[in-house]
């Protein structure tokens, strides 16, 4: 009798590294892929080492290619929604993962070897995640492990997640690269900044000492780190040091229970009971970004995409006073399934110079974009 086909794991190329190193520098030389130099500070938020980007190239970053001119006497038709995962470019297609699945480059990419897993087939990006769409990705968390790397998994869906394609897929990005541009780790300041391909390379104006070391995610199953963050997320240790990796219906097991709790989360926090049993496919019932390391899956239920960035309205209303200072809004933090990384990212100088002159902004948008705490704090994990 043959195995149940989630049983099988899924391998891709031992190679796969240097398939995606490759594939991105002939990209980027040739056109094919947009990569966005960067401007890095680490903000120390509550403890909490946390990443702030600047990447100015994308506020011009398109949305698509333009609609085709419609053809003499041809009758109107509706506009196709741009997808570029169904029959992406060649110079973007890294590799096929089984039957089912491509791993496809990020062409707007701002960490360097930025990659995608997309379904080969149309999927909604709002449904819950199959057993081959774990399956898919941690065989690329697996091919990087075994050549000595790292990479960050994370998944965007529904409306405050962040979520910019409908067609599934899921981000992969190594760690190393993510440590591109940050500061020196003897220099940097909880608002320190370091350049990774212009910029003005300013520094900030606190002193405590804080590195970014690896991706936040990989930090949640400790209780005292996740009470540090002003949101909810649940963490579940998928791998064990010397252990084979998981199966695919391990993976689905451990992200059901884990959206599950982020569902009794929201509606915890809405004040309304969850009716009868969350289905285990189809459409979400919530917003949500999921994040996979080797080791660990996390979920955060998300109930803002993010905030409003403000400054004081006049030099003069810096300096505090009586009353409440006016201020004025200079852009919006959009965080999506990064935010589990540790990392943001800023498009205007002005949101950049905002959020590092006052890094305690970004720590009150966190607040809003998830579910607070109870009075209880954070349970175990799973």
């Excluded at 990212?345 to 607070?372: C, F, M, N, T, Y």
Aim: hydrophobic letters at 40%.
């Amino acid at each position: 009798m043959s195995p149940h086909p989630s049983a099988v794991p899924l391998l891709a190329p031992k190679n796969l590294p240097e398939l995606v190193r490759t594939a991105f520098n002939r990209a980027r030389a040739s056109g094919d892929v947009n990569f966005y130099p960067t401007q890095a500070a680490v903000l120390d938020l509550n403890s909490v080492p946390f990443q702030l980007r600047f990447a100015p190239s994308l506020a011009n970053k398109p949305k698509g290619p333009p609609p085709r001119p419609p053809q003499h006497n041809a009758p109107p038709s509706p506009a196709r929604p741009f997808d570029p995962f169904d029959n992406p470019p060649t110079p973007l297609l890294v590799t096929g993962l089984g039957a089912s699945h491509i791993l496809v480059l990020n062409k707007f990419a701002v960490v360097p070897e930025h990659a995608i897993v997309a379904t080969r087939a149309f999927a909604r990006q709002t449904h819950l995640l199959a057993p081959a769409d774990l399956a898919a990705v941690y065989a690329c968390i697996d091919a990087y492990d075994s050549e000595g790397g790292q990479l960050f998994a994370f998944f965007n869906s529904g409306t405050h997640s962040g979520a910019s394609q409908a067609h599934r897929h899921i981000q992969l990005l190594p760690v190393e690269r993510m440590r591109d541009g940050l500061p020196d780790t003897h220099t940097s300041s909880s608002s320190s900044s370091s350049s990774s391909g212009g910029g003005d390379g300013e520094t900030g104006d606190t002193d405590a000492a804080v590195e970014w070391a690896d991706v936040l995610a990989s930090s949640l199953l400790d209780e005292t780190t996740r009470a540090r963050l002003p949101f909810q997320t649940f963490a579940h240790r998928i791998r064990n040091s010397g252990s084979p990796a998981p199966d695919a219906d391990a993976l689905h097991a451990a992200y059901l229970a884990l959206y599950n709790q982020a569902c009794a989360a929201v509606s915890a926090h809405d004040h309304h009971d969850i009716d009868g049993i969350i289905p285990e496919e189809g459409e979400a019932r919530i917003s949500y970004n999921l994040a996979m390391t080797r080791d660990v899956m996390v979920v955060v239920p998300r109930l803002a995409e993010g905030g409003e960035i403000t400054v004081p309205s006049s030099p003069a209303s810096a300096g505090g006073g009586g009353g409440a200072t006016p201020r004025k809004t200079v852009g919006k933090l959009a965080l999506n399934g990064t935010v589990l990384a540790g990392t943001a990212l800023v498009k205007s100088a002005a949101e950049w110079h905002a959020l590092r002159q006052d890094p305690g902004q970004v720590l009150d948008i966190l607040r809003r974009i998830g579910v607070p705490w109870g009075e209880d704090g954070p349970s175990s994990s799973l």
